[in-house]
């Protein structure tokens, strides 16, 4: 008989999250389902160029040490692990975990990859008139620079792997939330078209998939917003219900604070239209959505809706676009932001003479101006500052030329200057096209220590 409640927790809300809250979780949560959300938009680009250089990366780089951390308290607690960090290579990925596991003493645990989020084949060879997302130009403009195209796969697409008896599963790009509503859809049983469902499942994933957000991280403000014991700051919980109305807590103990403030912040994170959420299993409604507190860390949810899904998938293209030199200079004591601004000058000046003055570029005094720019309000004189040079520029050779004007400023610059840096890094950016879901087809491979 299926319990009436599950329970889910986060165990990452980004690829290089801390691991002892995650811990925390798997011992004592109480868990059904721990779930690590990895990706980010430009991350499955980059694990590409990784992979492309040895075919046996390519995922989440803390993939081995959060299994190394967890799975022997979800073994022991029964609790089933999903995630995302497979990134550009959740094959690879699940044969890490049986790794992790056989060096754990655990041979009897199972893996399943979900595979058909990498879509880059079949867009190059008949989608390339696709337009891009907010852009005139279509995908043809990126063939030459293209480096990945990842579909963002729903829930449906991780059934199949939890209707086996996997305790891990590893997927690459699947939608945030998705990771969340679909052990919603498994255990209760909710049909693909149930909307007001599957949108409650979606809140659920959303409150939960940027993990200590919601218990008080990016929310704490000294003074205004206080949150305790942030040193200790647990993860997330929710416990949710067969009609998709859940309860946000965390373990009794940890650090930080569920209140209706820090999921009121996480509710409208990062969303555009709260009456139009879109996904790729249902066009989730955050309108009615009410959050109540009932009791310390405990706030219940009510009120998720959605409609009927689009036709499209979102697909993340990850492509080259040039390069970023950088270079950093420290001056202090009396005249440290004139001597500052005259480091910025000079170096302005010599780029331009270069033939660089085109390129888009930031001269910025840290401390200063550095996120405000020149409408930052005048500071008292500062007793230090940090010059930054940036620039993007279409080659290597020329960003490697940006970081080193800013170091020549040792000998040819203001007096005081000391601690420079140069910083060299190809930008990887990311666009977005939509493309048929009928085109986009899934796989799962069962993996385990006696062999595929």
Known sequence: MHKTTLRIGAGAGYSGDRIPPALELAEKGQLDYLVFEC???RTIALAQLERSKDPAAGFDPMLVARMRAVLPACIRQGTRIISNMGAANPLQAGHAVLAVARELGLPQLKVAV??????????????????????TQTLANFQAELISASAYLGAEALLPAL???????????????????APLMHHFGWAADDWTRLGKGVLVGHLLECAAQITGGYFADPGFKDVPNMAQLGFPLAEVGVSGDAVITKVAGSGGCVTVATCTEQLLYEIENPARYL??????????????????D???????????????????????????GEGQ????????????????????????????GEFEARYDLIGVNAIFGPSSPTPPEPAEVRARVALRV???????????????????????????????????????????????????????????
């Open 329 to 356: 200079m420290s001056y202090a004591g009396p005249g440290a932001q004139t001597r500052g601004q005259l480091a910025l000058d000079l170096v302005r000046q010599r780029l331009a003479d270069a033939g660089y």
């Open 394 to 452: 279409p080659t290597l050779q020329q960003a490697q030329h940006v970081a080193q004007e800013v170091e020549a400023l040792y000998t040819n610059g203001p007096s005081g200057g000391g601690g420079a840096t140069r910083a060299v890094r190809e930008v990887i950016a990311a666009a977005s096209v939509l493309m048929p879901r009928s085109d986009v087809h899934i796989t799962t491979v069962l993996l385990n220590s006696e062999g595929d």
């Open 279 to 296: 996904q790729p299993d249902v066009v989730a409604d955050f309108t009615q959505v009410q959050l109540t507190q009932i009791g310390t």
């Open 163 to 181: 209707q086996t008896d996997a305790h891990v599963i590893i997927t690459g790009r699947v939608a945030d939330p998705a990771l969340f509503l």
């Open 39 to 41: 990706l980010a938009e």
């Open 114 to 135: 979900v595979l058909g989020d990498d879509v880059l084949a079949t867009l190059t060879s008949s989608g390339l008139a696709l337009p891009i997302l907010e852009s």
């Open 298 to 324: 405990l706030v219940q949810v009510t009120g998720g809706s959605g409609h009927p899904r689009t036709d499209t998938l979102k697909v993340t293209l990850g492509y080259r676009d040039g390069f970023i």
